[in-house]
């Protein structure tokens, strides 16, 4: 699917907003996450820590687990926004987790992914290029 410039802003708007629940007391780095689904929705997520470090949600995993728990199980664009508390953000990649997570909800040669600083600094790639050769079947 093509999107277009204002679902790009839409998502990184949404993924900025979804930023601001974000529960990082441990590394106090909060993301964000808005990830459009092939119904059209938009569902977002922000990371969830937890004192055992291990248990930590990312941003992109809440997006995406919110969406399916919605009834949407294919996804084709991710939208990411992260740093540290008080700062600016940066270009922030997804983690080899969420690009494992991401590769069983979408086509991998499709599923966009917008890395933001804001709604005017982004860059995007796909999945596939994120993530070659990943483990789909077996
Ligand atoms: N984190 C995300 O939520 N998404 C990413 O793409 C990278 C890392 C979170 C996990 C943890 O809460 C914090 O950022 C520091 O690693």
């Known amino acids: 699917m093509d999107i277009s410039d204002d679902i790009?802003?839409?998502?990184i708007e949404k993924a900025v907003d979804a930023r601001k629940k974000a529960y990082a007391p441990y590394s106090k780095?909060?993301?964000?996450?808005?990830?459009?689904?092939?119904?059209?929705n938009i569902y977002t997520g922000c990371n969830i820590e937890n004192v055992s470090y291990s248990a930590t949600n990312c941003a992109e995993r809440t997006a995406i687990?919110?969406?399916i728990s919605d009834g949407c199980l294919s996804f084709e664009a991710?939208?990411?926004v992260g740093a540290r508390k008080e700062e600016k953000p940066g270009f922030c990649y997804p983690c080899g987790v969420c690009r494992q997570v991401l590769s069983e909800f979408s086509d991998a040669e499709k599923l966009?992914?917008?890395?933001?600083?804001?709604k005017s600094e982004y860059k995007i790639t796909t999945l596939g290029e994120l993530m070659?050769?990943?483990?789909?079947?077996y």
């Not at 790009?8 to 998502?11: K, M, T």
């Not at 070659?132 to 079947?137: C, L, R, S």
């Open 65 to 67: 687990f919110n969406g």
């Open 29 to 40: 780095f909060l993301v964000g996450s808005a990830a459009l689904g092939s119904d059209g």
């Open 132 to 137: 070659p050769f990943a483990f789909v079947e």
């Open 112 to 118: 966009k992914i917008i890395i933001a600083k804001n």
């Open 78 to 80: 991710v939208a990411i």
């Open 8 to 11: 790009v802003r839409e998502l």
